[in-house]
Nanobody, 121 residues
Framework: QVQLVESGGGLVQAGGSLRLSCAAS????????MAWYRQAPGKQRELVAA???????NYADSVKGRFTISRDNAKNTVHLQMNSLKPEDTAVYYC???????????????WGQGTQVTVSS
């Protein structure tokens, strides 16, 4: 069974930085797209950033120029460097990955448990 575990959340002042990490473990043959989502209280979960297995990235307009997603395929990890944080970035951040457990099989959609990011003004 595949597991995603996030780390790096916390409390930071506006203008500060945080780096989130997500490590995948378990039966992993390969990993396709990986992404970070977030959900603020009373709001729907939204895509923050995504990265393909080839390194192509995509960002929400609200974080472009401030956040950077990266991955290490050898370590089955994905990171989110968050700079110039704003109070509106406060949310629970979730790691997501499309994981192939066996050759010639389709990918499964996996989620982490979430990590809280709080930005104070």
């Amino acid at each position: 069974q595949v597991q995603l575990v996030e780390s790096g959340g916390g409390l930071v002042q506006a203008g500060g930085s945080l780096r989130l990490s997500c490590a995948a473990s378990g039966r992993i043959f390969s990993m396709n797209a990986m992404a970070w989502y977030r959900q603020a209280p009373g709001k729907q979960r939204e895509l923050v950033a995504a990265i393909s297995n080839g390194g192509y990235t995509n960002y929400a307009d609200s974080v472009k120029g401030r956040f950077t997603i990266s991955r290490d395929n050898a370590k089955n990890t994905v990171h989110l460097q968050m700079n110039s944080l704003k109070p509106e970035d406060t949310a629970v951040y979730y790691c997501n990955a499309a994981i192939v457990e066996r050759p010639y099989r389709g990918s499964i959609d996996c989620w982490g448990q979430g990590t809280q990011v709080t930005v104070s003004s």
